[in-house]
Antibody, heavy 120, light 110 residues
Framework: QVQLQESGPGLVKPSQTLSLTCTVS??????????WSWIRQPAGKGLEWIGR???????NFNPSLKSRVTMSVDTSNNQFSLNLSSVTAADTAVYYC????????????WGQGTMVTVSS | QTVVTQEPSFSVSPGGTVTLTCGLS?????????PSWYQQTPGQAPRTLIY???TRSSGVPDRFSGSILGNQAALTITGAQADDESDYYC??????????FGTGTKVTVV
């Protein structure tokens, strides 16, 4: 079945940019009816939606993170990516990528998550 | 900014029934918010339970059901089992492309 796998550095220095990639396997990222999201979870805390991207390149972001977030999609490599700039310790979290059903705005498939620590 | 509220915790007996709710700090939840529900155990990625208010995700047992109760979305677990002990999160679509997670409910089966 379709799988999602996050990848990227596990350690990022404060003020730098956090960059993660999610690779979609066993299906095309361009399959209609879906969009792609990033979600994060600090240790011991709840889930936070970061934003979403369509394969058209259209994006929407959490208003609280909007000024620091960019997302991109690479359909040729079946990947989508997250960049979060000017990171601080508060950005330390497990980061999940997820697929969402477009017509009902619900996540139906999740990556396993990747831990990112912001520290010098 | 609107907060999506959930009960912090619930305790249920094995075989019992518990209803978790998902509300708004301002306003009412309706089907137009496309409420969805997710289960998460420690160290694991979330698992999708319910979407579009009441549609069960593939493989989810029918003891999980979703609905609108009054002005909130609700997730009911009927006949709770030990492995239902988890954190549960709702998600609401707020319009303009924005999704918001609820604060989460920790369910204990004792």
């Amino acid at each position: 079945q379709v799988q999602l796998q996050e990848s990227g550095p596990g350690l990022v220095k404060p003020s730098q940019t956090l960059s993660l990639t999610c690779t979609v396997s066993r299906d095309s990222i361009s399959t209609s009816g879906y969009y792609w999201s990033w979600i994060r979870q600090p240790a011991g805390k709840g889930l936070e939606w970061i934003g979403r991207i369509f394969t058209s390149g259209s994006t929407n972001f959490n208003p609280s993170l909007k000024s620091r977030v960019t997302m991109s999609v690479d359909t040729s490599n079946n990947q989508f990516s997250l960049n979060l700039s000017s990171v601080t310790a508060a950005d330390t979290a497990v980061y999940y990528c997820a697929r969402a059903l477009h017509d009902v705005d619900a996540f139906d498939l999740w990556g396993q998550g990747t831990m990112v620590t912001v520290s010098s | 900014q609107t907060v999506v509220t959930q009960e912090p915790s619930f305790s249920v007996s094995p075989g019992g029934t518990v209803t978790l709710t998902c509300g708004l700090s301002s306003g009412s939840v309706s089907t137009n918010f496309y409420p969805s529900w997710y289960q998460q155990t420690p160290g694991q990625a979330p698992r999708t339970l319910i979407y579009n208010t009441h549609t069960r995700s593939s493989g989810v047992p029918d003891r999980f059901s979703g609905s609108i109760l009054g002005n909130q979305a609700a997730l009911t677990i009927t006949g709770a089992q030990a492995d239902d002990e988890s954190d549960y999160y709702c998600v609401l679509y707020m319009g303009s492309g924005i999704l918001v997670f609820g604060t989460g409910t920790k369910v204990t089966v004792v």
